[in-house]
């Protein structure tokens, strides 16, 4: 079923434009807070490049102009945050995608406060779609969890990682 349209665009496009905006800005943000000591020698707009390259290709391509290595723990736990997420449906991007992820804190808001339905904009979310997204969410972090079992058995990398580059 196809969700309706209001003022040119589906549901999910507006959930898509509005929750890629806010991960990019706000991952950039976080990660360069998070990395001014180590990036303060750097011209402040190099630093601000970094920091959106980081934010944006930790969803999608998973490129680099930093080393990954070189960065701090709280910065690469964004960085893990941003890739979970991954990007929109039918990209090449990996993670659980964003309207997946805005189901599961819908869901999570309505829940909450008690409600029985989940509402973004002016759409309910029907049930079968909110279970699909938990489904996926329960099994994501399941394979995380033994694909990182399995490394850290084999290897002998430090959990963090092990953990980062599942």
Do not use: C, H
């Not at 807070?33 to 920091?51: R, S």
């Not at 070189?70 to 659980?96: E, F, K, R």
Request: no cysteine; charged share 15%.
């Amino acid at each position: 079923k196809e969700m309706i349209k209001k003022n040119g665009l589906t549901q999910q496009s507006k959930i898509i434009l509005i929750s890629t905006s806010i991960l990019i800005v706000t991952g950039a943000f976080l990660i360069w807070i998070l990395q001014y000591e180590q990036w303060k020698f750097l011209p402040p707009g190099k630093q601000v490049l970094n920091a959106l390259f980081l934010s944006i290709t930790s969803r999608t391509a998973g490129f680099s102009i930093t080393e990954i290595g070189g960065i701090t723990v709280p910065a690469a736990m964004v960085l893990i945050v941003l890739m979970y997420i991954g990007a929109a449906p039918n990209s090449a991007a990996g993670g659980i995608k964003i309207t997946t992820s805005v189901i599961l804190l819908q869901s999570f808001r309505a829940f909450a406060k008690g409600r029985n339905r989940v509402e973004i904009g002016w759409n309910t979310i029907p049930m079968i779609t909110v279970r699909k997204a938990f489904i996926v969410f329960i099994v994501s972090i399941m394979l995380i969890f033994v694909a990182t079992f399995v490394i850290s058995l084999t290897d002998s990398f430090s959990f963090f990682d092990v953990f980062l580059e599942v």
